[in-house]
């Protein structure tokens, strides 16, 4: 994990049968907060990392997002949606999928809309303590670490059938109520980090930037799954 855990005040654990309502007001800010913007530009590491067969891969991104439209930009795929019809295209294949947005798509990886919310369905959620992190950041462009004090909580699936992971652990800064870092933690051992680099709201963000437009893709073989 690229996070180092400098340190951890440890709060009592809660069921995890429960909805922890020091976690809820945390998260309930973190909704407020973003909801109130009217769009998102943040840039991100996305880290996959198998422990178990020790490989790490690391992807550099960026997401925006406006109301139910949102593009994803993850080095070499892009996905893209205006909030009816998503876009993904493989910039290694020039190809271009076509398919019809899925009402309980809740993965806040395809999906960066659901970043902030996610957590409102489906999930049981504990406040485990606070912690200080050196975490990712950018600062005039260029990524470098910072110290922030967080609050870390651990999300778990209601219904954990059928789900590939098991815990969802969020850092989430406590000076300004914005994530630091997801880690999703897999059943096979392996973890996916997003770390939120900076964050940029209410920027000015053109509506075509969430639609597919044939001249900015020449070339690219269109598969329409719809």
Known sequence: MTLILAALTV???FAQETHDPEAKKILEKISSTTQGYSSLRATFVWTLENKTEKTKDSKNGSMFIKGGKYK????????FSDGETTWTYSKD????TVSSVEENDESIVSNPTKIFSFYEKGFKYV???????????????????AKKKCHVIDLYPEN???KDFHTVQLLVDKTNNQIVCIDIKFKNGSDQLIEILDYKPNVTMPDNLFIYEESKYPGAEVNDMR
């Open 11 to 13: 709060l009592p654990t």
């Open 127 to 145: 406040l485990k303590g606070e912690a200080e992190v050196n975490a990712k950041v950018k600062v005039d462009g260029k990524v470098t670490t």
């Open 72 to 79: 994803l930009i993850l080095q070499g795929t892009e996905i």
């Open 160 to 162: 954990p059938k059928g």
């Open 93 to 96: 294949a020039n190809e271009i």
